[in-house]
């Protein structure tokens, strides 16, 4: 279900979120998902300043993802910031992008998963870093009122 956000060309262009309906499900691991929640609630436990990178690498790898990791949003700056970034993208930890033209925001906008195709066609941030995506999936989240998007890229 889109919301009725209004978005600009360029940026509605590259929303396919329509196919993710489309695309068949892997067979659920359930062993696999069980024993990833155990080892979250360990280092939850154990570890909490390891929660982030882990949470990403285990979502990154049950996913077949290239890259993954949560963008938060910064109020007082009105921008995100990108933490626990691994795989492909992992040399823009701690980068930023604006909240009112990037994916993350636009994820936000929507409040629904997003799935874009090439976002770099339609932001430039990601043109001049001069690296390709060829889709990322974004997720909404909340956390004690602060706004977060966890991406996953995709090749």
Same mark, same amino acid.
């Given at each position: 279900? #889109? ?7 360029? =940026? $509605?262009? @590259?929303? @396919? ?7 068949? %499900? ?10 990833? +929640?155990?080892?979250?609630?360990? =280092?939850? %436990? ?7 990178? #882990? ?6 790898? @049950? ?6 990791? @949560? ?9 995100? #910031? ?7 993208? %992992?040399?823009?930890?701690? $980068? ?5 033209? %990037? ?17 770099? #066609?339609?932001?430039?941030? +990601? ?5 390709? /995506?060829?889709?990322?999936?974004? =997720?909404?989240?909340? /956390? ?6 966890? +991406?996953?890229?995709?090749?």
């Amino acid at each position: 279900m #889109r919301s009725q956000a209004r978005l600009p060309d360029p =940026v $509605a262009a @590259i929303i @396919i979120s329509d196919q993710l309906a489309d695309r068949q %499900s892997a067979a659920p691991d359930f062993l696999r998902e069980k024993l990833a +929640i155990q080892d979250l609630a360990e =280092v939850m %436990s154990d570890h909490p300043e390891e929660i982030l990178p #882990r949470l990403v690498r285990t979502g990154m790898e @049950i996913c077949g993802a290239h890259s993954a990791g @949560i963008s938060i949003f910064e109020p007082e700056a009105n921008q995100f #910031r990108w933490y626990a970034l691994a795989g492909e993208l %992992s040399t823009f930890e701690g $980068a930023t992008t604006p909240r009112n033209f %990037s994916p993350c925001g636009v994820c936000l906008d929507l409040a629904e998963p997003t799935l874009m195709e090439h976002p770099e #066609r339609a932001y430039d941030c +990601i043109g001049e870093a001069r690296i390709t /995506v060829p889709e990322v999936l974004l =997720v909404p989240l909340g /956390v004690k009122s602060a706004a977060a998007s966890p +991406i996953a890229w995709s090749g």
